[in-house]
């Protein structure tokens, strides 16, 4: 495993697009794993800006998010979807049809999981998977738990994720139970891991989850088992490794 330790969060989100930015260069077909949260924010901002400048093409690049809430449209503006479009998807050249990212509203989650599944399975495996990493140290919506899933599923969100995203959203009574999640297995089968953390409030679980032991109570602990994984994180996120 290779770690950078940035001075701040800016620096931290410079490093997290420059290694992104560089796959896209590398392999301008490149199927990136995306991912959600105010962890990536200011990396998204940075390619746009780069793209705007001319330095970056998007025109091939494929991508598939890790995640999804059940039950919020894509248009609503706590959906991963919306999220993506405003953030990265609309502001460059990807083409919309490439980018990928659960159906909120499917009506049938778990067949919703299953198509999404079919689609990792033609388009990967990917290249390069972002991850950020929940104060539980959950990755994608895997929350701790007594076995690793494998591929997309539903899960049913815990009490720490719920109070945690709340600050999304009007209250938490607003956050939504359940979502759709990529599974470890998947996680673990891209090429590069990237890992990006940032905040005093996530040095424990970094420590935790790259010193302790591999276990589905600390999901990202197993990214400890993976060959090629880069993680970027401020001083503060990587005072206690
Ligand atoms: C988002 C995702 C989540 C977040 C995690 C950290 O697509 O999959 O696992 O990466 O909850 O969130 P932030 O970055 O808001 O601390």
Redesign the pocket.
């Given at each position: 495993m290779r770690i950078y330790v940035t001075e701040d969060y800016n620096a931290m989100s410079r490093r997290v697009a420059n290694i992104l930015s560089a796959q896209v260069i590398l392999k301008p077909d490149c199927v990136l794993g995306?991912?959600?949260?105010?962890?990536?924010v200011g990396a998204y901002k940075q390619l746009v800006e780069w793209y705007k400048k001319g330095d970056l093409d998007f025109s091939q690049v494929r991508s598939i998010?890790?995640?999804e809430y059940v039950g919020l449209a894509p248009t609503h503006d706590q959906s991963?979807r919306y999220f993506m479009q405003s953030n990265l998807f609309d502001h460059v050249n990807i083409v919309p049809a490439n980018t990928n990212v659960p159906n909120g509203l499917a009506e049938d989650a778990a067949e919703e999981c299953r198509r999404y599944n079919e689609v990792i399975h033609t388009l990967g495996p990917i290249d390069l998977q972002l991850?950020?990493?929940?104060?539980n140290g959950?990755?994608?919506?895997?929350e701790p738990s007594d076995v690793f899933e494998l591929e997309t599923h539903v899960v049913n969100l815990t009490e720490t994720?719920i109070q945690?995203?709340a600050r999304f959203f009007a209250s938490a009574d607003e956050v939504p139970r359940q979502a759709m999640?990529m599974g470890i297995q998947t996680i673990m089968q891209a090429k590069k891991v990237l890992v990006?953390?940032?905040?005093k409030d996530?040095a424990e679980i970094v420590k935790k989850a790259f010193t302790g032991p591999v276990t589905p109570n600390v999901p990202a602990s197993i990214l400890q088992m993976h060959p090629d994984v880069i993680l970027v994180g401020d001083k503060a996120a990587l005072s206690l490794l």
């Amino acid at each position: 495993m290779r770690i950078y330790v940035t001075e701040d969060y800016n620096a931290m989100s410079r490093r997290v697009a420059n290694i992104l930015s560089a796959q896209v260069i590398l392999k301008p077909d490149c199927v990136l794993g995306l991912a959600t949260g105010s962890t990536p924010v200011g990396a998204y901002k940075q390619l746009v800006e780069w793209y705007k400048k001319g330095d970056l093409d998007f025109s091939q690049v494929r991508s598939i998010n890790l995640d999804e809430y059940v039950g919020l449209a894509p248009t609503h503006d706590q959906s991963y979807r919306y999220f993506m479009q405003s953030n990265l998807f609309d502001h460059v050249n990807i083409v919309p049809a490439n980018t990928n990212v659960p159906n909120g509203l499917a009506e049938d989650a778990a067949e919703e999981c299953r198509r999404y599944n079919e689609v990792i399975h033609t388009l990967g495996p990917i290249d390069l998977q972002l991850l950020g990493m929940g104060h539980n140290g959950h990755i994608g919506f895997n929350e701790p738990s007594d076995v690793f899933e494998l591929e997309t599923h539903v899960v049913n969100l815990t009490e720490t994720t719920i109070q945690a995203n709340a600050r999304f959203f009007a209250s938490a009574d607003e956050v939504p139970r359940q979502a759709m999640t990529m599974g470890i297995q998947t996680i673990m089968q891209a090429k590069k891991v990237l890992v990006a953390v940032s905040g005093k409030d996530k040095a424990e679980i970094v420590k935790k989850a790259f010193t302790g032991p591999v276990t589905p109570n600390v999901p990202a602990s197993i990214l400890q088992m993976h060959p090629d994984v880069i993680l970027v994180g401020d001083k503060a996120a990587l005072s206690l490794l």
